[in-house]
């Protein structure tokens, strides 16, 4: 079975860290990201970000540049082949770089589950037992379901 945070490519990673920037299913997506989420997500853009400024990498600068100002999905593309061979070249920053796209990725999977399944709270006193049931339908007394 294979790691599912190694499983993480540098495309899924630039899609979570630029996804605000691209016009497109992605860009969608980043109306749906938690403000928790949009913190790791602005913290994995910085961290990409520093390291082509670190590094020198003019190519780079400039697809960061035409993804963030022109939302240019062939800019974003290319960035990839650079983050890349960065990852390659040092796989201590692509496991930090794989990290925070996967805490991304578990804050979006309970967001939509909060969402999906809501926030049941229950209050038991004197050692009561009480249990907790998702409905899809709220039911009235004296409403029949027997006649249809």
Do not use: C, W
Not at 38 to 62: P, T
Not at 91 to 107: C, K, T
Not at 108 to 132: H, P, T, Y
């Amino acid at each position: 079975m294979t790691n599912p945070i190694v499983a993480l490519s540098s495309a899924e990673i630039l899609k979570l860290a630029f996804n605000e920037f691209i016009k497109s299913s992605a860009g969608e997506a980043a109306k749906k990201l938690t403000t928790e989420a949009l913190s790791k997500a602005n913290e994995l853009r910085h961290k990409i970000v520093s390291r082509f400024k670190d590094r020198q990498n003019v190519k780079a600068e400039k697809a960061i540049t035409a993804v963030q100002e022109q939302h240019s999905v062939e800019a974003l593309h290319k960035l990839t082949t650079y983050l890349d061979d960065e990852m390659d070249e040092e796989p201590s920053f692509a496991d930090d770089l794989r990290q925070l796209a996967q805490q991304i990725i578990n804050i979006q999977k309970i967001s939509q589950e909060q969402l999906q399944f809501g926030e049941m709270k229950q209050l038991n006193r004197d050692n009561a037992k009480g249990f907790q049931v998702q409905a899809n339908r709220i039911d009235r007394i004296g409403d029949d379901y027997t006649k249809k």
